[in-house]
């Protein structure tokens, strides 16, 4: 029978490709390829996180609409 591990002994998988983390400035990933990768997703749009649709603001008018364009001298 095996000795329980103890949580805090536990080495950390990769949040990506589920190796084990070899290197700690990548954490939770286990290299830079694979930290690279996941930021991908999220640029791309790949993750989505759930919740109601944000509202866009409305700049159908451009630029400079709101300013008054009358020039009384």
């Known amino acids: ?11 950390p998988l ?3 490709c589920r190796k084990q983390a070899v290197a700690a400035e990548y954490r939770p990933f286990c290299s ?3 930290a690279d990768a996941d930021l991908g997703q ?11 649709a944000a509202e866009q603001a409305d700049d ?11 020039d009384s001298h």
């Open 32 to 34: 830079k390829r694979c």
């Open 60 to 70: 159908t008018a451009g630029p400079g609409a709101a300013e008054d364009d009358t």
């Open 1 to 11: 029978m095996s000795k329980p591990v103890n949580p805090s002994q536990r080495t």
């Open 42 to 52: 999220w640029l791309k749009g790949g993750y989505v996180i759930p919740g109601a």
């Open 14 to 16: 990769c949040a990506r």
